[in-house]
């Protein structure tokens, strides 16, 4: 009787275990601390075994990744400033302004752009031919496609020549404005291409339209000079000026008033060497390859017919030579006068005499 009394408690115990079981079950899904290290050491050895090939596992703790299989390599440092800054200055900018052959004058001033990049800003007043225009069909989008030269292209249909009118002042068509050396050179040392390159500048941009820049008829031009460049004045505006300069000193003297040294010590005195050839040319009409004898021998005072040639000049020298603005001037001749003058033979008389002297000391 004890012994049925002890199988049905253990039996109730058995069942009540189970139902618990099954109740707990079903909202706790418990896993044991076994099976976790396991899951985690099967995934560990799957995804980073491929570390563990040809040598041993990595230490507990410490995570095996490929920046200590192959450190990345360190990022290059800065370029440093430019030595000298700002590159050019107001000095450089002045001589950019001298190229522009407009007028009114052009102004360049200088304009840091950067804590290591300076340039020159130019303002000029366009010709009334060219103008200034909102750019109404920009298109941001547009694609660049080249055309394919393999294509063959028909020859466009001849134009109709515009009506004229011989009684109508010419007119200008409108242009847009551009900004002077806007484009680079292939070779910025050539004497034949002048672009904003051979000034040593990087680039060149123009503003945008603006109500001012239409209003005043203005274009406003930027140039700028990238670190470690060099600020130099091509070869071909370095000869303009120099020719420019001689043009002065051939204005200065052709104003001034021009003597004849007649016979006799007789002096016959003009306004100036302008005026003696505009009427030797326009007046009597001589041409251009008239040499000084025969043009004096046109004198109206005989006295002059044999008047010595003016200083720098020979008896043969043509009024060519004498007159470069009404017949322009001679090819092959570098300087004006083609001849020395009194003045620089005594200057080169007196210099070989100093080196002589030196020359005698030693």
């Not at 290591?116 to 941001?140: E, H, I, K, L, R």
Request: with cysteine.
């Amino acid at each position: 009787m004890l012994t049925c009394h002890r199988e049905i408690k253990m039996l109730r115990a058995f069942v009540l275990a189970t139902l618990l079981g099954c109740a707990a079950g079903t909202s706790v899904n418990r896993r044991s601390f076994l099976a976790t290290a396991f899951r985690a050491a099967r995934s560990g050895s799957t995804n980073q075994g491929h570390l563990w090939e040809g040598g041993a596992a990595p230490a507990p703790g410490v995570m095996a990744s490929p920046a200590m299989a192959s450190p990345a390599p360190a990022p290059p440092p800065p370029e440093p400033l430019p030595p000298q800054f700002p590159v050019i200055g107001p000095d450089e900018c002045a001589l950019l302004q001298e190229a522009f052959v407009v007028e009114p004058p052009a102004t360049c001033s200088h304009v840091i752009f950067a804590e290591n990049s300076d340039g020159c800003t130019c303002t000029a007043v366009m010709p009334a031919s060219m103008n200034p225009v909102p750019g109404n069909f920009y298109n941001p989008f547009l694609m660049d496609v080249p055309p394919d030269p393999n294509i063959p292209i028909p020859e466009s249909l001849p134009t109709v020549p515009p009506p004229s009118n011989p009684a109508q002042p010419y007119v200008a068509p409108p242009m847009a404005p551009v900004c002077p050396f806007m484009s680079a050179c292939a070779d910025p040392d050539s004497f034949d291409c002048v672009g904003h390159n051979s000034w040593g500048f990087a680039e060149a941009r123009m503003a945008d339209y603006s109500p001012a820049a239409g209003a005043l008829n203005s274009v406003s031009c930027t140039y700028l000079m990238k670190p470690y460049a060099l600020f130099k004045v091509p070869d071909r505006l370095a000869a303009l000026w120099h020719l420019n300069a001689k043009l002065v000193k051939v204005f200065d003297r052709m104003a001034k008033p021009f003597t004849l040294q007649c016979k006799d010590g007789k002096e016959v005195t003009v306004l100036s060497l302008e005026y003696f050839c505009g009427d030797q040319m326009k007046r009597l009409g001589l041409p251009c390859d008239t040499s000084w004898a025969n043009a004096t021998k046109m004198q109206q005072d005989p006295a002059c017919h044999e008047a010595l040639a003016p200083d720098g000049f020979e008896m043969d020298s043509s009024l060519a030579e004498l007159c470069p603005l009404e017949c322009g001037w001679k090819k092959g001749v570098t300087r004006w006068p083609p001849f020395l003058t009194a003045k620089e033979k005594a200057a080169k008389k007196k210099k070989e005499k100093e080196v002589k002297d030196e020359e005698e000391d030693e």
